[in-house]
């Protein structure tokens, strides 16, 4: 690795550190809501300081896949769902075999309103990794709510929790599971 990459990951690992780090609170509860809207602003990081930071890395190293993930997150957690899957589809083109990448893009295409583009991106994620979580849920999550395919998120979500019964949301999909075969039953009276 040459030292202009090296400086450049380097900076990138940085900034993503400064963006998870959080102002602690005074040990007394904010009297006013205004001091918690302060509060909130000082723990929410700058998604356009980043982006900005993360553009002229990439105007020195505009083939640097960690910085065009880091812009693509940047887009993706400030809710900027075209620029996020833009940037994800550029990392992609480098390395089209990053399931956590392609299953983020899928993710900003549901936010989008493009639940079959979501499913196709989780689709092609566990082509490269069958037991990626992260794309299996988001598929169960897709199929349930978007597409109301109850049968399908059914099937999906049974297969992540034969995979890992002790998933981080087990409970929530054991419960929907529950609440989605109740629905089928009742549909086939």
């Not at 598929?139 to 978007?146: Q, S, W």
């Amino acid at each position: 690795m040459n030292t202009k990459r090296a400086i450049t990951a380097a900076v990138v690992v940085l900034l993503l550190a400064a963006c998870n780090r959080t102002v602690e609170r005074e040990r007394k509860p904010p009297e006013t809501q205004e001091q918690e809207k302060r509060y909130e602003e000082l723990r929410t990081p700058n998604y356009y300081g980043l982006i900005e930071e993360y553009k002229r890395l990439l105007a020195e190293d505009p083939n640097n896949l960690a910085t065009i993930i880091a812009l693509g997150n940047a887009y993706y957690d400030s809710g900027q769902w075209k620029e996020a899957v833009a940037q994800y589809d550029r990392a992609l083109r480098i390395n089209p075999r990053n399931v956590d990448v392609r299953t983020d893009m899928g993710t900003a295409y549901r936010n989008m309103g493009m639940p079959d583009r979501a499913l196709a991106e989780y689709r092609k994620a566990l082509e490269y990794e069958p037991g990626h979580q992260n794309a299996r849920y988001n598929m169960g999550v897709v199929y349930a709510f978007d597409k109301k395919d109850y049968a399908a998120a059914i099937h999906v979500w049974e297969e992540l929790l034969r995979m890992a019964p002790n998933h981080p949301n087990a409970d929530y999909i054991r419960s929907h599971i529950v609440a989605f075969k109740k629905i089928l039953h009742q549909g086939t009276r």
